[in-house]
C-alpha cells in the first residue's frame, strides 16, 4: 500500500497541508475530494516528492527515491500538457519510455489503450484538453506501475471519454493495483471510488470507505410506508425520532430497519415499503465540508 503521514506543507504564513495522514489500498480506487485550494494537488506533489515539506510517504514500505525505476512503481498525471508542443505524440512518449527502461513497443500499446493511435504522429500542442489528458494517462501507465495518482484527468472529457476513463480506472485497480483519483465530479467518485480520502482547509476530514461515508451522513435514513402513517408519526415524536414526509412515506434519522420493522408489527401498522436510504456522495461531501470552502459567494456565506 501507499503509506502517507504527517504530510505537511507551508507557505509562508499559510499552511497549505496541514498535518496529514491516510493510506491508499492496492485493488482498490481511492478518490481524492475537497473544495477548491483544499491542498489536494499539494498533498500529492508532497508524496511524489515533487514539493518540499514535512512528512513521509512510502509506496510497499519505501521511499520512492529508494526505487531504481520509479516509473514502474508509480505513475502520474498532476499536469495534462506536461509535454513538448512540436513533439509528436508517439515521441513524446518514447522519450519517456528510454528513460524509464521502457521498451518502444509499450509505447503503440498504450496510445491504443487510451484512444490516440491514429494521431499518433501528430503534435500535441494543439490537442485538445480531453485529448491531453489521455497522453497524460498513457504516459502514466508507460512502466505497467502498480500504482496510478491522477490529478483531476476527467477535465476537458467528453461524456464518453468521462465514462471511458471511469471504467478504464476501475478495471486498472482491479488487477492488484491502486489508483489515487482526485475529482470534483462527485457523481463519478461516487460510481467509481471504493475509498475516499477529504481534505479541507488543508486537514484531513476523513479517510474511509464510500459505504461508511455514506451510511454516516446526516441525510441517510430509512424510507418507509405505512398503512396509518399518522400513528406512525406520532409515536416517532414521542420517541423524539426526526423524520420527514417523503414520497407518500417518511424518510426517518436515526433508526435501523429492523428497528422501525419491530417498532411497526408492535404498533399493528402494515408495512409497505421499508429500505435504507444512503445519502448521495454529494450531500455527504456538502455536510464534511461545509465550514472548509476557501472561497464562498456573497449568497453562500449567508447559508
Known amino acids: ?27 482498490k480506487v481511492t478518490g481524492f475530494l475537497g473544495p477548491n485550494g483544499a491542498g489536494k494537488s499539494t498533498t500529492m506533489r508532497l508524496m511524489l516528492g515533487l514539493d518540499s515539506g514535512n512528512g513521509t510517504t512510502t509506496f510497499d514500505g519505501k521511499h520512492l527515491g529508494d526505487y531504481s525505476r520509479p516509473s514502474k512503481v508509480v505513475g502520474i498525471l498532476l499536469e495534462a500538457k506536461a509535454f513538448h508542443p512540436t513533439r509528436t505524440a508517439r515521441n513524446h512518449l518514447r522519450v519517456l519510455a528510454a528513460a524509464g527502461g521502457i521498451p518502444d513497443s509499450r509505447v503503440d500499446e498504450v496510445l491504443d489503450i487510451v ?13 485538445s484538453l480531453g485529448m491531453s489528458q489521455r497522453l497524460g494517462i498513457a504516459a502514466a501507465i508507460l512502466g505497467k506501475p502498480k500504482y496510478l495518482m491522477l490529478d483531476e484527468p476527467a477535465n476537458g ?10 471504467q478504464f480506472i476501475k478495471d486498472y485497480a482491479s488487477h492488484d493495483n491502486a489508483v489515487f483519483v482526485s475529482s470534483h465530479l462527485l457523481s463519478e ?27 454516516a451522513s446526516a441525510h441517510a435514513g430509512v424510507f418507509m410506508r405505512v398503512i396509518g402513517q ?22 426517518i434519522n436515526g433508526l435501523k430497519t429492523d428497528e422501525l420493522g419491530t417498532l411497526a408489527y408492535e404498533a399493528s401498522l402494515p408495512v409497505l415499503e421499508l429500505a435504507a436510504k444512503d445519502a448521495s456522495l454529494e450531500q455527504a461531501f456538502l455536510e464534511l465540508t461545509a465550514n472548509s470552502e476557501e472561497y464562498r459567494t456573497h449568497g453562500e456565506e449567508k447559508k
Do not use: C
Request: aromatic content about 6%.
Open 1 to 27: 500500500m501507499i503509506h502517507a503521514s504527517h504530510l505537511t506543507k507551508k507557505y509562508r504564513k499559510k499552511v497549505a497541508v496541514d498535518d496529514v495522514s491516510f493510506k491508499i489500498e492496492t485493488g
Open 115 to 127: 484512444g490516440l493511435k491514429d494521431v499518433a504522429k501528430k503534435r500535441p500542442g494543439k490537442f
Open 157 to 166: 472529457l467528453d461524456p464518453e471519454g468521462i465514462a471511458w476513463l471511469r
Open 189 to 215: 467518485m461516487s460510481q467509481m471510488a471504493d475509498n475516499l480520502v477529504v481534505i479541507g482547509k488543508g486537514k484531513l476530514i476523513a479517510a474511509t470507505d464510500m459505504d461508511s461515508l455514506l451510511s
Open 230 to 251: 399518522s400513528k406512525l408519526e406520532r409515536i416517532l415524536r414521542q420517541k423524539a425520532v426526526t423524520f420527514e414526509r417523503s414520497d407518500d412515506g417518511l424518510l
